[in-house]
């Protein structure tokens, strides 16, 4: 069995693998506590973490049957991610890996979302074509086998669920935003407001300007007016803004199938848990004639399952990490310029 870790943002998750199946999958989301600031705040996740690690270690052990005693490894990412929150599952990963005296494997976050459609059957084969879509990662990725990656487009400002949750701050709404948008969004017009899409050369994306846009639009009503826009029109703002995100993302993905000829393609990162990314990637792929592989809802937001997954993939492949291994807060991946 494996013991996987992730601390890299604001969820404290560990999960345990046997063979290839997920045992249990723990996640305790800090979503609640970094609402009030709108946004996560560093010092706060870390200080959690701390709190959360063992607790939460524990029940995915206990879920999963498991003894520490059973695990032949544990798997803990290393990058990219807050540095203090990383310090803490590195911390702990290896110590709790020394003290069994079991590899320990460090795993790359985004590695770790690449590999979340490997978790449930059908995996991928490889090559496949991988949008990550989270709230800190827009990369466009070719799989061609495991560990080996072309970036083929990343974000060039804000990450895709960056721009839900800043736009979701416009419009009103908590956070994290993107869930909320969705939801309102499925009640939405989304021809309500003609948002841009903006398509840079090759693969790159760029939301900033959408961003901007949305909140010209919102400046140009008066405090009263802008509150009856709310009160009449939150949903359709919602759609009109999502579905902008969601043709720029359609859009590079349905290029990048063709262009490189991939027949599979992968969504995986918090944003493709969103409805409409998920319908609009699968009717993409029935046009063009490519398979669509999508993550269950639980494994696109930050989870170990991803972990313990890619870092059973490496431990096979043979890599594990020394003893002095370290954090790297901005760790990309291999083939990343
Ligand atoms: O992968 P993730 O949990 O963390 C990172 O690695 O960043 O992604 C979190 C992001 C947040 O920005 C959140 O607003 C977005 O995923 N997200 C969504 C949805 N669910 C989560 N965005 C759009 N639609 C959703 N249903
Ligand atoms: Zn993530």
Known sequence: MLLGIESSCDDTAAAVLEGETVRSSVVSSQADLHEAYGGVVPELASRNHQ??????????????????????????TVGPGLPGSLLVGLSFGKAFARSLDVPLVGVNHLEGHLYSVDIEAPR?????LCLIVSGGHTELVLVEEDFQHTVLGRTRDDAAGEAFDKVAQLFGLGYPGGPEI?????????SFHDFPRSRLDGFDFSFSGLKTSVLYHLRDFSDAE????????????????????????????????????AAHVAVVGGVAANRELRTRVETAGSEDGFAVHVPDFRYCMDNAAMIATA??????AGFTAPPTVDIDSGLGLSGEG
Request: glycine share 4%; with cysteine; aromatic share 4%.
């Open 311 to 316: 870092g059973r993939l490496r431990l096979d």
């Open 124 to 128: 991928p084969p490889r090559p496949y």
């Open 51 to 76: 709190r959360l690690i063992v607790p939460v270690v524990q029940k995915a052990l206990s879920e999963a049957g498991a003894e520490p005693d059973d695990l032949d490894a544990v798997a803990v």
């Open 182 to 190: 969705d939801e309102r969004a499925q009640r939405g017009d989304p």
């Open 226 to 261: 802008r509150e009856q826009l709310f009160a009449d029109h939150r949903d359709d703002l919602c759609a009109s803004f999502q579905a902008a995100v969601v043709d720029v993302l359609v859009d590079a993905v349905r290029r990048a199938a063709d262009e490189t000829g």
